[in-house]
């Protein structure tokens, strides 16, 4: 009967050791926190220890989660959030999650210079990179000129067995561009069943699903590997070139898919005046051309010095395909949903 009380002695003491007196018998001081949510890698480190290096006294915890994977998690938090701040993923989940009552409204004055596209009316989330799809390539196995330009030139069968994917049904990425076919073939030809005949031969072409795309990079840089292309995107291609060494180029197919990623603070949370500062240190000029130099991250914000910006960037030349994003997002989950069952459940040796 005594050992419950002994346990909870103890654990009253360890917290009064913890949380206690510190010089001169004052209270200890505490960090405040800020919690994010963000499939920023590499990217939310670094933001990380620059937030705590500006504001002493702060700890930014960011846990790396995939785009997809995100909305979900927030979904089943609703009514104890745990997360702050959500930065970066598909548009379409931050529409949802609005849509869902997960976002408290913060428009700092600077938002007046994104597109329309990239912000919420409301200001439930504003938008910070804008994200180009594009096919990347493994350099010492293809050349860029033999890569498609289009994304239906995938589905040449000289690819067969030799493109990686990302698993779907986890990424923002993947969702959008196999959403984005399918959207594209169905207003071309009238008839959604093209679009998922289309996805039925980009199946056929696929030799692996990578459970996540550090398992996809390695297959796709291995000289020993027979993949050499991946529908993925821009700013992947280059960072993992430039920043990590692997042999990755990209094509920006024409009508290509822009994700605008978007930042948004989170309904309830547990430190509301913590993610506003962090919100307003990601989106500040600043940060935006640190993101933009060093990641390879285009700003959504037009009033960004283009003198500033990489010489790349300036002189990228891109082909958005046009989107009506209201519909778009009403279909995207029942799209994959009817791939997922009907296309990628089956051995790939069965697509024809």
Same mark, same amino acid.
């Given at each position: 009967?005594?050992?419950?009380? =002994?346990?909870? %002695?103890?654990?009253?003491?360890?917290?009064v050791?913890?949380? /206690?007196?510190?010089?001169? !018998?004052?209270?200890?001081?505490?960090?405040?926190?800020?919690?994010?949510?963000?499939?920023?890698?590499?990217? !939310? +480190?670094?933001?990380?220890?620059?937030?705590?290096?500006?504001?002493? /006294?702060?700890?930014?915890?960011v846990?790396?989660?995939?785009g997809?994977?995100?909305? *979900?998690?927030?979904?089943?938090e609703?009514g104890?959030?745990?997360?702050?701040?959500?930065?970066?993923?598909?548009?379409?989940?931050?529409?949802?999650?609005? #849509?869902? !009552?997960?976002?408290?409204?913060?428009?700092p004055?600077?938002?007046?210079?994104?597109p329309?596209n990239?912000?919420? &009316?409301? /200001?439930?989330?504003?938008?910070?990179?804008?994200?180009?799809?594009?096919?990347?390539?493994?350099?010492?196995? %293809?050349?860029?000129?033999?890569?498609?330009?289009?994304?239906?030139?995938?589905?040449?069968?000289?690819?067969?067995?030799?493109?990686?994917?990302?698993? $779907?049904?986890?990424?923002?990425?993947?969702?959008?561009?196999?959403?984005? %076919?399918?959207?594209?073939?169905?207003k071309?030809?009238?008839? %959604?069943d093209?679009?998922?005949? =289309?996805?039925?031969? =980009?199946?056929?072409?696929? @030799?692996?699903?990578?459970?996540?795309?550090?398992?996809?990079f390695?297959?796709?840089?291995?000289?020993?590997?027979?993949?050499?292309?991946?529908?993925?995107?821009?700013?992947?291609?280059?960072?993992?070139?430039?920043?990590? !060494?692997?042999?990755? @180029?990209? $094509?920006?197919?024409k009508?290509t898919?822009? +994700?605008?990623?978007?930042?948004?603070?989170?309904?309830?949370?547990?430190? &509301?005046?913590?993610?506003?500062?962090?919100?307003?240190? $990601?989106?500040?000029?600043e940060?935006l051309?640190?993101?933009?130099?060093?990641?390879? #991250?285009? *700003?959504? #914000?037009?009033? =960004?010095?283009?003198?500033?910006?990489?010489?790349?960037? #300036?002189?990228?030349?891109?082909? *958005?395909?046009?989107?009506?994003?209201?519909?778009?997002?009403?279909?995207?989950?029942?799209? +994959?949903?009817?791939?997922?069952?009907? +296309?990628?459940?089956?051995?790939?040796?069965?697509?024809?």
């Amino acid at each position: 009967m005594r050992r419950p009380i =002994l346990h909870s %002695l103890s654990a009253f003491l360890v917290a009064v050791l913890l949380t /206690g007196c510190g010089d001169g !018998g004052k209270p200890a001081q505490q960090n405040k926190v800020v919690v994010v949510y963000t499939p920023h890698g590499d990217l !939310g +480190i670094d933001v990380k220890n620059a937030f705590e290096a500006a504001h002493p /006294g702060y700890t930014a915890q960011v846990i790396d989660l995939s785009g997809g994977n995100i909305l *979900p998690k927030l979904q089943a938090e609703k009514g104890r959030p745990v997360c702050d701040v959500w930065w970066g993923g598909a548009t379409g989940d931050f529409r949802k999650a609005e #849509r869902d !009552g997960l976002f408290e409204p913060y428009a700092p004055e600077w938002v007046k210079f994104l597109p329309e596209n990239a912000k919420s &009316p409301t /200001g439930a989330w504003n938008g910070t990179y804008l994200s180009p799809e594009a096919i990347m390539f493994n350099e010492k196995k %293809l050349k860029r000129e033999d890569l498609p330009d289009t994304w239906e030139g995938l589905l040449d069968p000289k690819w067969k067995g030799k493109i990686v994917a990302r698993d $779907v049904r986890a990424s923002a990425t993947m969702k959008t561009i196999y959403g984005a %076919l399918v959207y594209k073939e169905w207003k071309r030809t009238g008839n %959604l069943d093209d679009g998922f005949a =289309l996805l039925e031969k =980009l199946h056929a072409n696929t @030799g692996y699903y990578a459970p996540s795309p550090e398992v996809m990079f390695t297959v796709l840089a291995a000289p020993e590997s027979p993949y050499a292309l991946t529908p993925w995107n821009q700013f992947d291609a280059l960072g993992r070139k430039h920043n990590h !060494g692997l042999p990755f @180029g990209y $094509v920006l197919p024409k009508e290509t898919p822009v +994700i605008v990623e978007p930042i948004a603070i989170v309904k309830g949370a547990p430190h &509301p005046e913590e993610a506003k500062l962090f919100y307003d240190f $990601v989106t500040s000029q600043e940060q935006l051309l640190h993101a933009a130099e060093k990641y390879f #991250r285009v *700003p959504a #914000r037009s009033d =960004l010095s283009k003198e500033k910006l990489p010489e790349w960037m #300036r002189e990228m030349k891109l082909e *958005p395909q046009k989107i009506d994003q209201d519909e778009f997002d009403k279909q995207l989950e029942g799209w +994959i949903a009817r791939w997922q069952d009907t +296309i990628r459940s089956k051995p790939l040796t069965e697509s024809k």
